[in-house]
């Protein structure tokens, strides 16, 4: 791989105790996700791929193609969400200045690579479609994978591509491959998911390709009744049981899941949390179904007749119904705020309004929002998100405080 405008970016270490600088970690990572993706370095003439670092190789957020300028600009224009007015004015700069060749000053950094094989030229036998790759460089998480979106050389957007970087992204990407099949057959009207276009292995990677969702069309504004309306059909779209908590598998689960991290000092407590969560409320009746298992602001799009949802690796059958509305709205505060502890109780307030619009009994609101944070902490520690750098990640400061002083007001 070949550097132009900056040096390599420099390696840093990871330790729960340290804040990763954001910018250093992208950095460090757009490497590993080019060698992953272009793993056979040429002798020869080789297949050779360049890209533009946007907006710099110090904090990378995006790689797209230095050609043609169209497809450029274009992979730019469809990534992410501005989150504010600013944000998007230097995206519409950067669109500009890429469509009129202007870009050199403001994008100087590049990458360009040789290889034998890469993830473009397999895409495009696979897929019998000329696609041109933009890579997406995302924060630091254990669950960070590498994302391509996939462009036809008119600039549309005609797919995204998630490849595995290690065994848990393997994982999640099996499992993301397995409920977008099993939501093709849902009767969804309130929400649209991704169709897999290609799902398969290469050079050790999973690779799942799902066709592109609409989400240059018009956006409309998002009610409290239609999110809430949107998650009840997800969480009734498949079985929905009832039962008391003690008997049910999905405590079961979570008790194997919580000690397999019980070595883990949060995991200790969290081991506790739940152990006192199974005795005062075991003979509690709930309603089970599924849930999104990330259902966020960034992961949809609000349309007039319709809402685009993606990221569905972490969908599951069984769970509390009612645990997408808790997590919607803490990730939705947390992921923004200064204080996560403060973002988690002034959920915490709002739990028997959010809740209200999914039939949990008054009684059953608090116990299923402390077990959607047993469950999220469960996840956290199992993915050592804290040891990737993850924001949230460290939850002896936010998560798990939140939960035992919740348990110890109630007795």
């Given at each position: 791989m070949e550097w132009t405008g900056?040096?390599?970016?420099?390696?840093?270490?990871r330790t729960t105790d340290v804040t990763i600088d954001d910018g250093a970690a992208r950095a460090a990572y757009l490497q590993d996700v080019v060698k992953a993706l272009y793993p056979q370095p040429a002798d020869g003439p080789g297949e050779r791929s360049e890209f533009l670092v946007v907006p710099h190789a110090r904090a990378p957020r995006l790689l797209v193609p230095a050609r043609p300028r169209r497809v450029a600009a274009a992979a730019v224009r469809r990534y992410a969400e501005p989150r504010n007015r600013v944000a998007k004015l230097k995206r519409q700069a950067v669109v500009l200045a890429l469509r009129t060749g202007t870009h050199r000053w403001l994008l100087p950094d590049r990458v360009r690579v040789a290889t034998t094989d890469s993830i473009e030229s397999h895409l495009r036998r696979v897929l019998d479609e000329p696609v041109i790759p933009s890579i997406h460089i995302g924060p630091a998480r254990a669950n960070r994978k590498a994302v391509v979106q996939l462009l036809r050389p008119d600039g549309r957007t005609v797919g995204f591509?998630?490849?595995s970087t290690g065994a848990l992204t393997q994982r999640l990407v099996r499992e993301e491959t397995v409920a977008l099949q099993s939501l093709a057959d849902a009767d969804l009207r309130l929400v649209t998911v991704p169709q897999v276009w290609y799902a398969g292995n290469w050079a050790g990677h999973e690779i799942l390709v799902q066709r592109a969702l609409p989400v240059w069309a018009p956006r409309a504004a998002l009610s409290p009744g239609r999110l809430a309306a949107a998650m009840r059909e997800l969480a009734e779209?498949?079985?929905?049981?009832?039962g008391p908590l003690g008997d049910s598998s999905y405590l079961a689960q979570l008790q194997q899941r919580v000690a397999a991290v019980a070595d883990h000092p949060d995991g200790a407590q969290l081991a506790e949390a739940l152990d006192r969560l199974t005795t005062v409320f075991g003979d509690l009746v709930l309603r089970y179904g599924s849930w999104h298992g990330d259902w966020t602001p960034w992961n949809m799009a609000v349309l007039e007749d319709t809402l685009l949802v993606w990221d569905w690796e972490r969908f599951s059958t069984g769970v509390p119904i009612g645990f997408d509305a808790v997590h919607y709205a803490l990730q939705s505060r947390a992921q923004v705020a200064a204080d996560p502890?403060?973002?988690?109780?002034?959920t915490l307030r709002e739990v028997p309004d959010l809740l209200a619009p999914f039939d949990v009994d008054a009684a059953a609101r608090e116990p299923t929002a402390l077990?959607?944070?047993?469950?999220?902490?469960?996840?956290y520690l199992a993915d050592r998100q804290a040891e990737a750098g993850a924001r949230l990640g460290a939850l002896g400061t936010w998560l798990l405080p939140g939960l035992l002083g919740r348990l110890d007001h109630l007795g």
């Open positions: 900056v040096p390599q970016a420099p390696s840093y270490g591509a998630k490849v779209c498949t079985q929905v049981t009832e502890a403060q973002a988690l109780a002034t077990l959607y944070l047993a469950d999220l902490a469960a996840r």
